[in-house]
């Protein structure tokens, strides 16, 4: 560690001037390559005008092109009009949240995204409760509301060696500010009966996509989110309200959510069914996210501009609870050393992190590795591996959940490219 | 072959799950008894919101669980399903005899005779463990554009075709909301309950070291 800061001081030193021309982005210009820049105002008429739409709802600007992308091999919206799976640009990702407006996205089977009028949006809770209810937004928004971050991912988020950028490896997560009711607050309100161990959550969507929670999960910190980033959850999250269930696979946390059902068995919904195994393993690993990392700076598609000094970037998360650790390797897996943890570490919640790295030039191998607070350690994808082959059979895929670590190439010409073979 | 060779490999895994499985149940026993009785001594605090009529609840309540207790009143044949599945544009997407196209296939590949279940690919009515999860997938979901348009009828009609079109059921069925539940699906017992779920509890003990 001391190590590391002597070098960075020697380092900053040598190139104070230029350092704070290095940071985040893919292309800027090598060291000692920039020209001269004279302090001036932008042109005459460079500026951008005020407009009705600006004053009312800003917007970013148009130097900024970061994009979502469709994800996992069918385009969104599909022939039918149908959006699928669409992927947040993570490599430009800073800090912590994800801007409401690219916010991952999946639905089930394809969805249209519905156009509820919240006024007429209502909430049940029934089934095994001596009190039905029904909510309105309005009633909801009287209730005791909780604001948390959490993330959410899909269980389809995996990388493969066809994947280029960090995008379409890990793009099916992102991370917000979701405000709500605790479940369990409108849950002891309706008076859960004894012997009720799930609930069926499901939303208004054509598909009317459910899904089997376990009632322990509802009881604990499920959410019924009607804000998200301090303002009402954006149409493709769920509006005017959606279930979290924070560390649960995506498919859990139900969209234009209207009906909570108590009941005393797993319904096995078509969401449900998608979990179907008949492998114990394989079934357990269906269900909650595993301790994952990802370093998104500098990652695949890339390029560094020489050697030198880079502030090595990413997103740490677990579905067990906070992250503890994320630990840096930059020779392959070989040795690792921590990395820092950027603001307070929430559970559930993508977790910054930071290293302090001065690249010699020659090519080498990033990797980054979480561990969460209840001691799960992120595997290497040889290790996952390892754990689903057999004698006979060599594994050649992650089952459950992939939360294997990413490892990225920096080759010796600076460009960044993924390493999964 | 390849899965049977798989199965025969790896009773240390299985094993393995089972102990956890039985040591996360006697954990588990006494957390949920707490947390019930905590959850049954409350009544009701806020009083927002309104009591459901008993016409909004039967209406809204359209999750079929395995013992079918929210299924209407209504029947279906085989024989009506066959039509329909034409007549309401399955064919279109799914193939004519449910081969699949744009949308997934609806009828099991040929695993041979004596074939495995889980051989016959992800194919909802046949792998489902129970005939409830068809009906309701039917009946929330399809057909795309249109949900929520067949009637209980044509939706007991369909399920009865698919399921003839995958021998689970004899030609000439007729299916209602009596009999639906008590189709013997070949999985019905052949999957693995996702196991109990405590905060704070790793995704898989030992998983994946």
Redesign the interface.
């Given at each position: 560690m001391s190590q590391k800061k002597t070098d960075r001081r020697e380092f900053l030193k040598r190139s104070a001037a230029v350092a704070g021309a290095v940071g985040l982005g893919a292309a800027k210009p090598a060291l000692g390559q920039d020209h001269e820049h004279t302090p001036v105002a932008p042109e005459p008429g460079a500026f951008i005008r005020g407009s009705d739409e600006m004053t009312a709802y800003g917007s970013r600007s148009r130097f900024v092109d970061s994009v979502r992308i469709p994800h996992g091999g069918r385009e969104s919206p599909d022939?039918?009009g149908l959006d699928f799976h669409i992927a947040t640009p993570l490599q430009d990702s800073v800090g912590e949240i994800t801007p409401s407006s690219l916010h991952y996205m999946g639905t089930t089977?394809g969805s249209f995204v519905p156009d509820i009028d919240p006024d007429e949006h209502r909430l049940?809770i029934?089934g095994m409760v001596d009190?039905?209810?029904?909510?309105?937004m309005e009633?909801l928004k009287?209730?005791?509301s909780v604001t948390r971050k959490h993330f959410i991912e899909c269980a389809g988020n995996r990388s493969r060696s066809s994947h280029t950028t960090v995008q379409e490896t890990h793009g099916m997560t992102s991370n917000a500010e979701w405000t709500g009711v605790l479940l369990s607050t409108v849950?002891?309100?309706?008076?859960?009966?004894?012997d009720a161990?799930w609930v069926?959550a499901?939303g208004v969507e054509?598909?009317?996509g459910?899904s089997s929670i376990?009632?322990?999960?509802a009881?604990?910190?499920c959410l019924l989110c009607y804000g998200m980033n301090g303002e009402p959850v954006r149409p493709q999250q769920g509006f005017p309200l959606r279930l979290l269930a924070p560390g649960f696979e995506g498919i859990f946390n139900v969209k234009w959510l209207?009906?909570i059902?108590v009941?005393d068995?797993?319904?096995?919904?078509?969401n449900?069914?998608g979990?179907?195994?008949?492998?114990?393993?394989?079934?357990?690993?269906?269900?909650?996210?595993?301790p994952k990392s990802v370093i998104t700076y500098p990652s695949g598609g890339q390029q560094l501009p020489g050697a030198g000094f880079y502030e090595i970037g990413g997103l740490a998360w677990s579905?067990?609870?906070r992250v503890s650790r994320v630990e840096i390797s930059t020779d392959g897996g070989r040795s690792w050393t921590d990395a820092d943890i950027r603001g307070t570490a929430e559970p559930m919640a993508h977790t910054r992190f930071s290293f302090e790295w001065d690249w010699d030039g020659s090519e080498c191998e990033l990797q980054s590795r979480c561990i969460d607070e209840?001691?799960?350690?992120q595997?290497s994808r040889q290790?996952?591996l390892?754990?689903w082959s057999?004698?006979?059979?060599r594994a050649t895929f992650v089952k459950g959940q992939d939360n294997s670590i990413q490892p990225w190439r920096v080759a010796s010409d600076g460009g960044v490219h993924n390493a999964i073979s | 072959m390849?899965a049977f060779?798989?199965r025969l490999?790896?009773p240390s895994?299985?094993k393995r799950?089972?102990v956890l499985?039985a040591l996360r149940t006697a954990l588990?026993v006494p957390?949920?008894v707490a947390?019930?009785?905590s959850?049954?001594a409350?009544?009701?605090?806020?009083g927002?919101?309104?009591?459901?009529t008993d016409n909004?609840?039967r209406l809204?309540?359209?999750?079929?669980?395995?013992?079918g207790e929210e299924l209407p009143v209504g029947n279906g044949s085989v024989d009506m399903g066959s039509e329909l599945y034409l007549s309401k544009g399955c064919a279109g997407c799914h193939g004519t005899l449910g081969n699949g196209g744009?949308a997934p296939r609806l009828i099991k590949r040929d695993a041979g005779p004596n074939a495995d279940p889980?051989d016959y690919g992800r194919v909802?009515p046949i792998?489902?463990?129970?005939a409830?999860?068809v009906w309701?997938?039917i009946n929330?979901?399809m057909p795309?554009?249109a949900?929520?348009t067949l009637t209980a009828d044509e939706v007991y009609s369909l399920t009865a075709y698919l399921f003839f079109l995958n021998d689970v059921v004899e030609d000439g069925t007729e299916l209602n909301e009596i009999t639906l539940p008590q189709i013997q699906m070949p999985?019905r017992t052949?999957?693995?309950?996702?196991?109990?779920?405590?905060?704070?509890?790793?995704?898989?003990e030992g998983?994946?070291?």
């Open positions: 022939a039918f089977r049940m029934h009190n039905p209810i029904v909510f309105s009633d009287r209730m005791p849950l002891k309100e309706a008076g859960v009966h004894a161990d069926v499901e054509e598909v009317k459910a376990p009632m322990a999960k009881m604990d910190d209207r009906r059902k009941v068995e797993y319904y096995m919904t078509y449900d069914f979990h179907l195994s008949r492998d114990p393993v394989n079934a357990a690993l269906g269900y909650q996210i595993g579905g067990g609870g209840i001691g799960q350690i595997p290790q996952a390892d754990f057999t004698d006979g059979e | 390849g060779t798989m490999a790896r895994i299985y799950g089972t499985k588990l957390i949920l947390g019930v009785v959850v049954q409350q009544s009701p605090t806020y927002v919101g309104r009591t459901p909004e609840i809204w309540d359209i999750a079929i669980g395995p013992k744009i889980w909802l792998r489902s463990p129970y409830t999860t309701d997938f929330r979901a795309l554009g949900e929520g999985n052949n999957w693995e309950q996702v196991p109990d779920w405590l905060p704070g509890q790793p995704r898989l998983y994946p070291y």
